[in-house]
């Protein structure tokens, strides 16, 4: 059974830019994934009632993201 640990990044008074270049929203319509320019893809959880909130930042991308696909099971 794989287990997944969230990593927590911490940062001053402000978050790290994140100009968005490319936009997905998933099947379920329950989640938004942006990649920016800066080279980092976030996730999103979108409520029912519209309310968008965030939930994972991932970085490592050392060009811009300009582009998003999903990816077959």
């Known amino acids: ?3 997944s640990v969230p ?3 911490m940062w001053g008074k402000t978050a790290p830019l994140h100009s968005i ?6 099947d379920d319509q329950q989640t938004i994934v942006t990649g ?3 080279g980092q ?4 959880d979108l409520s029912s009632d ?7 930042i991932l970085f490592g991308h050392t060009a811009s993201v300009t582009c998003l696909a999903k990816a077959r099971e």
Do not use: F, H
């Not at 893809?41 to 999103?44: E, N, T, V």
């Not at 519209?50 to 994972?56: F, R, V």
């Open 1 to 3: 059974m794989r287990t």
């Open 7 to 9: 990593a927590v990044a």
């Open 21 to 26: 270049t490319a936009v997905m929203i998933t």
């Open 36 to 38: 920016s320019q800066e």
């Open 41 to 44: 893809i976030c996730l999103w």
């Open 50 to 56: 519209l309310k968008i909130s965030s939930k994972e």
